[in-house]
């Protein structure tokens, strides 16, 4: 049975794990006085995503595809222009801006962000049949793949595919500054599957109190895998995983899911889920000056009102200098 992988590989966590370096707001990247080209067919896109990205958060945001910035053991192709306008606007409006308005200013983002955000048109397809859709890389670069399919017309696709990734790897980024607290390793101990987590059914992961398999595989992805799925999932989204984590399931070898008359497993899914979703609250209200759930709601009501073309006219809209 095909999995599909809707976050990181558990390799983005070694290689965030190798590499502490501390961001501070100041540029990575030399000045260069560049003037855009207004002929050419990109200028409008490249004035928005330095005026929104690099001017405002020293951040690159990187959509033609370089194969230095790529992984050469996928098969990858470039993102579509035309994707690559969607994508910039939703995560200016349903990442940058929301940390704005919850932090207040742009400084925390600019200091705790990443410096480059890459796009690449198709996914990355792993020999485990898991599929690779964002990566993170000590905290400076985030990848994300699937660019090509994106729908801005589905919301959970939406989510799923790009925006749960975003907050995922950005809780990466945060706690590898400021560690999470140690009583959340101890929650769990013995029901992390580093190896062949994708043989778990989410509903399976959720009875043992993850919010979904690959959260199951080792105690940080288990961390943010909390936080990010609270962030996007709607609550009627929420409350079918917490119907899921009250039941006890089966998985046949042929991929096939039931469940059982009774949760036989010996864990409180639910329970175990919200005690690690209040360490993740409490967490970032003391170390970060985050209230979750005022993220959360803010995300929700963007994305309950999201007007795509009013978005995309951000940067269709751009004129050229005479």
């Given at each position: ?57 020293n ?11 790529s ?26 801006d929301v940390?704005?308005a ?58 799923e ?29 013995g ?83 919200e ?21 959360r ?14 978005l ?11």
């Open positions: 049975m095909k999995k599909v992988l809707f976050s990181i590989l558990a390799l983005t966590a070694l290689i965030m794990s190798s590499c502490k370096e501390e961001l501070n707001s100041k540029s990575i990247f030399p000045y260069v006085d560049e003037t855009l080209d207004p002929s050419s067919y990109s200028y409008q896109l490249d004035s928005f995503v330095k005026r929104e990205f690099l001017n405002v958060y951040v690159e945001f990187r959509y033609r595809m370089q194969d230095i910035s992984d050469m053991n996928f098969n990858l192709v470039p993102a579509e222009y035309d994707n690559c306008i969607t994508m910039a606007v939703l995560t200016k409006y349903l990442w940058w940390y704005k919850q932090t207040g200013s742009e400084e925390f983002l600019k200091t705790y962000g990443p410096r480059i955000l890459c796009m690449i048109g198709a996914a990355g397809h792993n020999a485990t049949g898991s599929v690779t859709l964002g990566v993170a890389q000590g905290g400076l670069k985030v990848t994300l793949h699937a660019v090509n399919y994106i729908d801005p017309s589905n919301v959970s696709t939406l989510n595919y790009y925006f749960k990734t975003m907050h995922h790897e950005f809780s990466h980024i945060l706690h590898q500054t400021k560690t999470y607290p140690a009583e959340f390793r101890t929650i769990s101990a029901y992390y599957k580093p190896n062949g987590w994708e043989e778990r059914s989410d509903q399976e992961a959720r009875s043992l109190g993850f919010t979904g398999n690959y959260g199951s595989s080792q105690e940080r992805e288990d961390f943010v895998e909390i936080i990010a799925n609270y962030i996007v999932k709607t609550p009627d989204e929420w409350q079918t995983m917490m119907s899921d984590a009250s039941k006890g399931w089966k998985q046949d070898d042929d991929g096939t899911i039931h469940q059982l008359k009774q949760d036989e497993d010996g864990v409180d899914g639910v329970a175990t889920i005690q690690k979703l209040t360490i993740c609250r409490t967490w970032l209200r003391e170390e970060w000056g985050i209230d979750l759930d005022a993220l709601e803010e995300v929700q009501e963007r994305q309950a009102h999201m007007n795509i073309d009013s995309r006219n951000q940067v269709l809209m751009i004129e050229a200098p005479n």
